[in-house]
């Protein structure tokens, strides 16, 4: 009885619920007066016929015929009775069985179901918490993220203003909590003084009043937030973001960074302590045509082909591995080895040609603006003039759909060493990675996806290279809360740190078989603050070491099944 209590008293307190009451009130108020009408009358035909009977035994006569009941035990002899009794039969099938009940639940049972759900989405957290991480908006990376710590085993809490939605959350095993992000008491009954962070993921605006209200309530917590404009930045951050992260201008560059032009070299895409991870294709390169052991890059250089990319699929690198012009090669080493390595490649020259760039919103603009910075040529496929409008003025834009061959053929697609797809819809990717494959057989193609689940349909379609805009999310705010540079691989791949279980305590890398049985690359193990990086087959792995891998959710995933 006490929580029904409760569920009406939150009832009664909304505005809306009120509001259904008063109209329901007043439908009760006039079928009470038809009903009233109907006594009245029923006397007075009555009376006509010569019969006389008490007010009740009207009320009584009325609510029978009615309501159908229908007893038989006062009828009327006249026409005029009989078409009376039609008249209120008919009236009660429409009010009583009718209006009555369809109101009843639209204005007072619906909603009060609703309130009902509403009270089971929490609005806070257990006063224990502390440690978690606060993710403002369940957007693509907000549910992304939440996927990633509960992989972690890291608390968390979700906002959704929402209540429907905030119990879907709820009834999914998300961590949420039920209010207005930059609202400050709600922000202390999620105890973000003792959080570990605070994502800021809805719009620019909206988390500058985030940043502002966390800064009063939890002047020392750390903030990230996320930026849709270049412009938000500083703004962002004189609200007091530690760290604003600009994903759409990122996205672009990392899919810039990917394009073959010019002259072969490496990419780098991340770094652990003084180790760095780069690619390298190996298309127009001495290494086509040989095995990882022929290439010898180990011997020569220093560094080492931790795995290849073929087509979108990461595989280990194995001294048999054969590397083919459609290869890219994995690779760890220091600076200094990575500069040797791009001394060595610079006279191997690649198609210079323009670059494609589909599409010119923000990610196409930052795309278009890193290949000219490194003097590659770069023409832009785009429809809307306005989006074309801010482009360098030195850019040629060539306007109109990227599905038309003669569009694509005028602005180079044959002769195009890459095509870069920035298009914000994953369809459209999809397709246009598949059509520029069969136009060009020989581009190399890079493809913005919004959604991780088409990262391996893209890759179907024909891309080489393709980067989620939720996955650069997820792993820029694990890199912050691991202290540590951003790593950007694709394909749904991330640096992880993993506990050395102790039935592998006492083998080698080689003995472990965390490679073969698992897809994960082992790119350094720690132990008591010493860190081995570019480790060999030989290295020793001791009890209560670390290993720091290069993989995904399913091979970290495996690798605990296998080994815990």
């Known amino acids: 009885m006490k929580l029904l209590g409760t569920q009406l008293s939150y009832f009664l307190r909304e505005p809306d619920a009120r509001r259904n009451l008063r109209t329901l009130w007043k439908l009760l108020a006039a079928s009470a007066v038809v009903v009233a009408l109907f006594a009245v009358l029923f006397h007075l035909i009555m009376l006509f016929e010569g019969r006389e009977h008490s007010w009740l035994t009207g009320l009584y006569w009325t609510l029978t015929v009615m309501s159908t009941l229908g007893f038989g035990d006062i009828t009327f002899q006249s026409d005029l009775g009989r078409t009376f009794s039609i008249v209120v039969l008919v009236t009660g099938i429409v009010l009583l069985l009718v209006v009555l009940p369809f109101a009843f639940i639209r204005f007072f049972y619906a909603p009060w179901l609703e309130a009902r759900v509403r009270l089971r989405a929490p609005r806070g957290v257990d006063e224990e918490t502390e440690g978690h991480v606060v993710i403002c908006e369940p957007d693509a990376v907000g549910r992304a993220l939440a996927h990633r ?54 719009e620019d605006t909206v988390n500058a009043s985030i940043a502002l209200t966390v800064r009063e309530v939890a002047p020392e917590v750390p903030i990230v937030a996320t930026a849709s404009r270049q412009e938000s930045v500083d703004v962002l951050e004189l609200c007091g973001a530690n760290e604003v992260l600009p994903l759409k201008q990122w996205l672009g560059e990392q899919l810039a960074s990917r394009v073959d032009a010019l002259h072969a070299q490496t990419h780098v895409v991340g770094r652990y302590r003084d180790l760095l991870l ?51 090669v994995v690779v760890t080493g220091t600076r200094a080895q990575l500069d040797v390595l791009d001394d060595l490649l610079l006279i191997y020259d690649f198609n210079p040609n323009p670059v494609l760039v589909v599409g010119a919103g923000k990610v196409g603009q930052a795309a278009a603006r890193m290949l000219r910075e490194k003097e590659v040529p770069v023409h832009v496929v785009e429809r809307d003039p306005a989006a074309a409008a801010q482009l360098d003025a030195d ?17 180079g697609i044959e002769a195009a060493p890459a095509v870069v797809l920035t298009t914000h819809d994953d369809a459209m990717n999809i397709y246009l990675a598949a059509y520029c494959r069969r136009l060009n057989p020989g581009v ?110 399913e091979q970290r995933r495996r690798f605990v099944e296998l080994y815990a």
């Not at 209540?163 to 202390?188: C, H, K, Q, T, W």
């Not at 127009?284 to 020569?300: D, I, M, Q, S, Y």
């Not at 082909?305 to 001294?319: D, F, M, N, S, T």
């Not at 850019?395 to 694509?408: E, I, N, Q, R, T």
């Open 278 to 328: 780069a690619e390298l294709p190996v298309r127009h390169t001495p290494l086509a045509g040989k095995t990882v052991r022929e290439t010898k890059l180990r011997e020569n250089v220093g560094v080492s082909i931790v795995g290849v990319w073929e087509r979108g699929q990461l595989r280990p690198a194995r001294p048999d591995s054969p590397l083919t012009d459609a290869s890219v």
């Open 444 to 553: 190399r193609i890079v493809s913005r996806i919004t959604y991780g689940r088409n990262v391996e349909a893209i890759h179907r379609a024909g891309a080489d290279f393709a980067l989620s805009y939720t996955s650069l999310g997820v792993a820029a705010v694990t890199a912050r809360l691991d202290e540590r540079e951003l790593t950007v691989i694709g394909g749904g791949l991330d640096l992880a740190t993993l506990p050395l279980p102790r039935r592998l305590a006492g083998r080698t890398l080689a003995e472990s078989g965390i490679g073969a049985r698992t897809g994960l690359l082992v790119l350094a193990v720690q132990r008591d603050g010493e860190v081995v990086t570019n480790p060999t087959a030989g290295t020793r792995l001791e009890r209560g070491a670390e290993l720091v891998v290069l993989g995904d959710e």
């Open 395 to 411: 850019v040629p834009v060539f306007a109109g759909d990227a599905a038309d061959y003669a569009l694509l053929r005028e602005a």
């Open 149 to 202: 710590l509960d992989e972690r085993e890291e608390p968390y809490v979700v906002i959704e203003t929402d209540p429907l939605r905030a119990v879907e959350l709820y009834n999914d095993r998300v961590s949420v909590a039920m209010g207005i992000p930059d609202d400050p008491e709600f922000l202390r009954r999620l105890r973000v003084g003792h959080a570990r962070l605070v994502f800021a993921n809805r």
